[in-house]
C-alpha cells in the first residue's frame, strides 16, 4: 500500500508528474482558442455614465441573474492572487511552470471582456463593481491549498464549477443580448479546457499516488466554495444565485462532483493506505448527506411552487 506524502514529500510527487504535466500541456496547445477580447463587443452601443447615469432599468435582470455576473467578475479579477498561489507550487524547471504562465494569460482576457460588455450593455452598476473590486483585490482572499495534491484537485473542483457558473449566468441572460451569451460562452469554454487540463492531471496523480490523492480529494470536498469568498457581501449573492438555479448545491452535486468523482472511480482505487481508506468512507459519507439536502431542497422547491401556481 502507498504511503501518504506529507511534508518534503511534496516534490517527488511533483516530479513523477512532470510528463502528465508536460503531456496535458501539449494537448491544450494542439486545439487553441484565439478569441480576442475587443473583437466581442460592439462599442458603438456604449454611452457615457457622466452623461447618463446607471440605472438598473437600463438593463432589466433578476437579481440573482446580476448577482451571478458581480460575483464572476469580481472572481475573475483576483487573478493575480490565484496565480501567485499556483505558482507556490511550481518550481523552477517544471513544466507545470510554463502551464501556469499559459493559464494566467488566457484567464486575463476574462475580466476585461466582462467588464467591456458589463459596461457597454449597463448590466451592472458601475460605481458598486469598482467598489466590490476595490475591496475584492485589496483583501486578496484565495484559497491556499497545502500541497500539490490539495491544489490539483481543488483547481479541478474549481475550474468545473466556474465553466458551469458562467455557462448558466449565459443562459439566464436575455435571448436579444447575443453579445453577452457569446463573451461568458467564450469564457465558459476557456474554463471548459483548463477543468480538463487538471481534471486529467488529477487522474494521472491518482495512478501514481491513490492514498495521496484520496486524502486530498477528501479534504478538498468537504471544505469546497466557490472562489469570491472575499467579495463584498458574498453569502447574499450566493444565496441569490442558487435561488436563480445557477449555481448552489445542487449543481456542485450533480454537475461538478458527482462527474468528476466518477472519472477519478473513487470507489474502486485498490491499495490504499489505512488513512486513505477513512477518507474515502468519510467522502461518500459526505456525498451521501449532500445527496440528501439537495432532494430535500428539490421537494421544499416543488411543494413551493405548487402552492403559488
Excluded at 472519472?263 to 491499495?271: Q, S
Aim: charged content about 20%; aromatic content about 8%.
Amino acid at each position: 500500500m502507498a504511503p501518504a506524502r506529507t511534508g518534503t514529500a511534496e516534490l517527488g510527487l511533483l516530479n513523477e508528474i512532470a510528463p502528465d504535466v508536460e503531456r496535458l500541456y501539449n494537448r491544450h496547445l494542439e486545439a487553441p482558442r484565439l478569441w480576442f477580447p475587443h473583437e466581442q463587443i460592439n462599442w458603438g452601443e456604449g454611452s457615457s455614465f457622466v452623461d447618463r447615469p446607471w440605472s438598473a432599468s437600463d438593463y432589466p435582470l433578476a437579481d440573482g441573474v446580476r448577482s451571478a455576473i458581480y460575483v464572476n467578475l469580481l472572481t475573475e479579477d483576483n487573478l493575480p492572487y490565484y496565480t501567485n498561489t499556483l505558482l507556490g507550487h511550481a518550481p523552477k524547471g517544471h513544466p507545470i511552470l510554463d502551464w501556469n504562465h499559459q493559464w494566467t494569460m488566457e484567464e486575463n482576457r476574462h475580466a476585461m471582456v466582462m467588464r467591456d460588455w458589463v459596461h457597454i450593455s449597463r448590466c451592472i452598476d458601475p460605481t458598486l463593481l469598482e467598489e466590490g473590486r476595490r475591496v475584492q483585490m485589496a483583501t486578496g482572499e484565495v484559497p491556499q491549498p497545502e500541497t500539490i495534491a490539495d491544489l490539483i484537485s481543488y483547481v479541478t473542483f474549481q475550474e468545473r464549477a466556474t465553466q458551469i457558473a458562467h455557462r448558466n449566468t449565459g443562459a439566464h441572460l436575455p435571448k436579444d443580448d447575443k453579445i453577452g451569451r457569446n463573451v461568458l460562452g467564450q469564457i465558459a469554454g476557456d474554463e471548459t479546457k483548463h477543468f480538463l487540463f487538471y481534471r486529467d492531471l488529477a487522474n494521472a496523480a491518482f495512478a501514481i499516488d491513490p492514498s495521496t490523492m484520496m486524502i486530498a480529494t477528501m479534504k478538498q470536498v468537504c471544505s469546497f466554495a466557490m472562489p469570491g469568498t472575499g467579495i463584498p457581501s458574498f453569502t447574499r449573492h450566493a444565496v441569490r444565485i442558487a435561488r436563480e438555479g445557477i449555481y448552489g448545491l445542487s449543481q456542485f452535486l450533480k454537475d461538478v462532483l458527482e462527474p468528476v468523482l466518477t472519472l477519478w472511480d473513487v470507489n474502486h482505487l485498490e491499495g490504499l493506505s489505512a488513512e486513505a481508506e477513512r477518507a474515502r468512507l468519510e467522502l461518500a459519507a459526505f456525498v451521501e448527506k449532500l445527496q440528501v439536502t439537495v432532494e430535500r431542497m428539490a421537494q421544499k422547491a416543488a411543494r413551493a411552487s405548487a402552492v403559488t401556481a
